[in-house]
């Protein structure tokens, strides 16, 4: 059964720093990975999708990379605003394509000190 | 840009009553998943649907049942209703399927959430 771990689970830092968040999986045989943002109580926002042959994405002032077959991934954001306050989620879909459901890590709460 | 739409936002039933979430995904997606998530925890997929048929299974109990329709929306139909499925319900959907060098392909995209309290 795949397993999704994040770390850190939570993670306060000053306005203007760069940082990285780390997801890991235990089944390499994904189809692809998802980075989402999430606010207290509210839906799910995807920030970056990583298909299985690809190393890495890039959105603004964020970049996703992935190794697949060391089942990792990691987001880095760029000087960091208050506004990147929120949990942050990567989920994997397993191999196969189609209409697989994701299987999510628990997430990394993020605050970003003004 | 339209997002998925899901109704309605929040829903209060008591034990062993029965609730219907409804989902409109984005114009031209024609594949849609059930979430859930309780407090606190990470969403826990439940089932999901590709041109109107049962495509993938999680972790669905039997007591609630899903369909999607001709014009791509879905209900997902919640029986005997227990405390613990108290929870944020959320619906996605996903573009057609496309070639496999799209990099877009199967990319998930959320709606705001159905919140669910069961009394």
């Known amino acids: 059964k795949q397993e999704v771990t994040q770390i850190p689970a939570a993670l306060s830092v000053p306005e203007g720093e760069n940082l990285v968040l780390n997801c890991s999986f235990t089944?390499?045989?994904?189809?692809?990975l998802q980075w989402f943002r999430q606010d207290p109580g509210k839906g799910l926002t995807s920030l970056l999708l990583i298909q299985s042959s690809q190393r890495e994405q890039t959105s603004g002032r964020l970049n996703a990379s992935l190794d697949k077959s060391s089942g990792r991934s990691t987001l880095y954001i760029a000087a960091s605003q208050p506004g990147d306050s929120a949990t942050y989620l990567c989920?994997?879909?397993?191999?196969?394509?189609?209409?697989?459901?994701?299987?999510f890590g628990k997430g990394t709460h993020l605050i970003i000190q003004p | 840009a339209a997002g998925v739409i899901q109704s309605p936002r929040h829903l209060i039933k008591e034990k062993r009553e029965t609730a219907t979430l409804k989902c409109y995904p984005i114009?031209?997606?024609?594949?849609v998943y059930w979430y859930q998530q309780g407090p606190g925890q990470d969403p826990q997929f439940l089932i999901s649907f590709y041109e109107k048929m049962q495509s993938d299974k999680g972790s669905i109990p039997d007591r609630f049942s899903a369909q999607q329709f001709s014009d791509y929306h879905s209900e997902l139909n919640m029986s005997s209703l227990e405390l613990g499925d108290s929870a944020l319900y959320f619906c996605?959907?996903?573009?057609?399927?496309?070639?496999?060098?799209?990099?877009?392909?199967?990319?998930?995209?959320f709606g705001p959430g159905t919140r669910l309290t069961v009394l």
């Open positions: 989920a994997v879909s397993r191999s196969g394509g189609g209409a697989d459901g994701l299987t």
């Open positions: 089944d390499s045989a994904i189809y692809n």
């Open positions: 996605a959907s996903s573009p057609r399927l496309a070639p496999l060098d799209d990099s877009s392909y199967n990319e998930q995209f």
């Open positions: 114009p031209r997606h024609d594949t």
